[in-house]
């Protein structure tokens, strides 16, 4: 049965251009209801772990590098199907790949500096959500 929460970072792109009330917008838009958030910057030992699942790939020094370089919000959202749905709400992990009108389409300059996160499994977002927050930040 498909989970009714997901886990998203703006990342520092987004943060940086300005972006977070837009996108937050967005998102409460499309059905979703924050449970948890805040803005907060990754150490490079976080962010190493965060994405220890591409740590063998050729773009994740830039990765790292990018994700630690400012603030970013981080964010628990709730709704029926959410971590199919927020995907669908994201686009693509290429904003050239990314559908119109999708987070990514509208606010993501490369595939790199993509705008948002969105976790991609119910079992990642369990992961994720509780890597940037505590049981009591959880409403
Ligand atoms: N990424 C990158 N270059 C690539 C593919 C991915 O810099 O060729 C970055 C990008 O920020 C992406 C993140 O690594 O969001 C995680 O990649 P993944 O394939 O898991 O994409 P996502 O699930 O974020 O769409």
Known sequence: MAGNRTFTMLKPDAVEKGHIGAILDQIN?????????KLTQMTKADAETF???HKERPFFGELVEFMTRGP????????????E???TLIGATNPEDAAEGTIRKK???SVGENAVHGSDSDENAAIEGA????GREMF
């Open 107 to 109: 606010y993501a300059s």
């Open 51 to 53: 994405y220890a699942v």
């Open 131 to 134: 890597f940037h927050f505590a």
């Open 29 to 37: 838009a499309s059905g979703f209801r924050i449970v948890a958030m």
């Open 72 to 83: 970013i919000v981080a964010a628990i959202l709730e709704k029926d199907n959410a971590v």
């Open 85 to 87: 749905d927020f995907r």
